[in-house]
């Protein structure tokens, strides 16, 4: 029986799947993590303890290496994320497509992470309410075969009377995040901003591939929610 889309069933559904995954999500963790974590440990790069800082940044002071080390990092990131919503997609028994699927999910990425930053410069809300209602999107372009677009329309109308439920439970997740950034910057403050920095870089991975995790969970119940409002009608 399909989960309700209420706050307690998205971060049951969440736990559940994170526990049916552990072994890819700690490689995940291990493979994004250690990679940053080099990079922190080297100086070619930085993370931001207690904040969520995915993807990079370049700036005036950053070195050729710096920036090609950036650079790379966010291509082996997001490829990375690619496979690990996949496997939950296929542990779910979601994964239609077979694969192959990269390109749409990198274009559907793109385009919404442009659309969700204007909306939260301009007035923060519509940034807030895209975020939301296009949290299944990943599900639809992977496990569905959905193109880009389409993805995230069939998120929009999945998610319709549920943008309460998922927020709150994306707001539980994040509070829970930032309170392991404290408890680490706490316990290991004492080794260095370098060494801290590194730590820090497998918190923000394993972070990373709870969100990866929240919306395959989101996807999975909204999705069955929209299947059995069909039959009813049907």
Do not use: K, N
Not at 129 to 138: C, F, K, N, T, Y
């Amino acid at each position: 029986m399909a989960r309700p889309v209420s706050v307690g069933g998205i971060l049951g559904e969440l736990f559940s799947l994170l526990g049916d995954s552990t072994r890819d999500f700690a490689l995940y963790t291990f493979v994004v993590g250690g990679l940053t974590a080099v990079g922190a440990l080297a100086g070619l790069t930085e993370t931001a303890s207690g904040t969520l800082g995915f993807g990079f940044s370049l700036d005036s002071t950053d070195s050729p290496a710096s920036a090609l080390f950036e650079f790379a990092s966010a291509g082996v990131s997001m490829v990375a994320t690619y496979l690990l919503l996949a496997r939950f997609l296929a542990i779910r028994g979601r994964l239609r497509m077979g694969g192959g699927r990269f390109w749409h999910y990198l274009g559907m990425a793109i385009l919404s992470v442009i659309a969700m930053v204007l909306g939260l410069l301009l007035l923060v809300v519509p940034g807030i309410i895209l975020l939301v209602r296009w949290s299944a999107a990943s599900g639809f372009v992977i496990g569905a075969g959905e193109r880009v677009t389409g993805s995230l329309s069939a998120s929009w109308a999945a998610t319709r009377g549920h943008g309460w439920a998922i927020f709150l439970s994306a707001v539980i997740l994040i509070g829970g995040i930032l309170a392991c950034y404290g408890v680490v910057g706490t316990v290991f403050d004492f080794a260095g901003a370098q060494v801290l920095e590194a730590i820090s870089a497998f918190v923000e991975a394993a972070a990373s591939g709870m969100f990866a995790a929240l919306g395959v969970a989101i996807y999975c119940i909204v999705h069955d929610d929209a299947r059995e409002l069909s039959d009813v009608f049907a």
